[in-house]
C-alpha cells in the first residue's frame, strides 16, 4: 500500500500561482503512474494531469495544458503539481492519486490510492 498526503493549497488571485505536493509513504513510490484530479462542488471528480513511473510521459487535461506542470522526484517520494495563471475555474478541492497498471490513466476508477485533498481557491 502507498499512503498520500497532499500539500500547498490556499486562497490564490486569478493569474496567480500555487505549487501542490504529494508526500508517499508505505511502499516504493517508483512503482506508481501519478495523477492529479480536482473536483468543484456540485461537480464529479476531473482528471488534471498524470506522469509516469519514471516521469517519461506525462499528459493533461485540455483545461490545463500550458498553464500545469506535473513532476515527480522518486528520491524524494513526492509527486507536484506547478500551477501557473490561475483562473477562478481552477478552485476546487485537488487529489493526487496512484495507480500500478505502468499506463497513462485518465480516469479515477483504475486509481488504487487516494490522498485526503487539498483546497485550492482562485478569486476573481
Known amino acids: 500500500q502507498v499512503q498520500l498526503v497532499e500539500s500547498g493549497g490556499g486562497l490564490v488571485q486569478a493569474g496567480g500561482s500555487l505549487r501542490l505536493s504529494c508526500a508517499a509513504s508505505?511502499?516504493?513510490?517508483?512503482?506508481?503512474?501519478m495523477g492529479w484530479f480536482r473536483q468543484a462542488p456540485g461537480k464529479e471528480r476531473e482528471f488534471v494531469a498524470a506522469?509516469?513511473?519514471?516521469?517519461?510521459?506525462?499528459y493533461y487535461a485540455d483545461s490545463v495544458k500550458g498553464r500545469f506542470t506535473i513532476s515527480r522526484d522518486n528520491a524524494k517520494n513526492t509527486l507536484y503539481l506547478q500551477m501557473n495563471s490561475l483562473k477562478p475555474e481552477d478552485t476546487a478541492v485537488y487529489y493526487c492519486?496512484?495507480?500500478?497498471?505502468?499506463?497513462?490513466?485518465?480516469?479515477?476508477?483504475?486509481?488504487?490510492?487516494w490522498g485526503q485533498g487539498t483546497q485550492v481557491t482562485v478569486s476573481s
Open positions: 506522469i509516469s513511473w519514471i516521469a517519461t510521459i506525462t
Open positions: 508505505g511502499s516504493t513510490f517508483r512503482r506508481y503512474a
Open positions: 492519486a496512484a495507480q500500478s497498471t505502468g499506463s497513462i490513466l485518465t480516469i479515477p476508477a483504475p486509481y488504487n490510492y
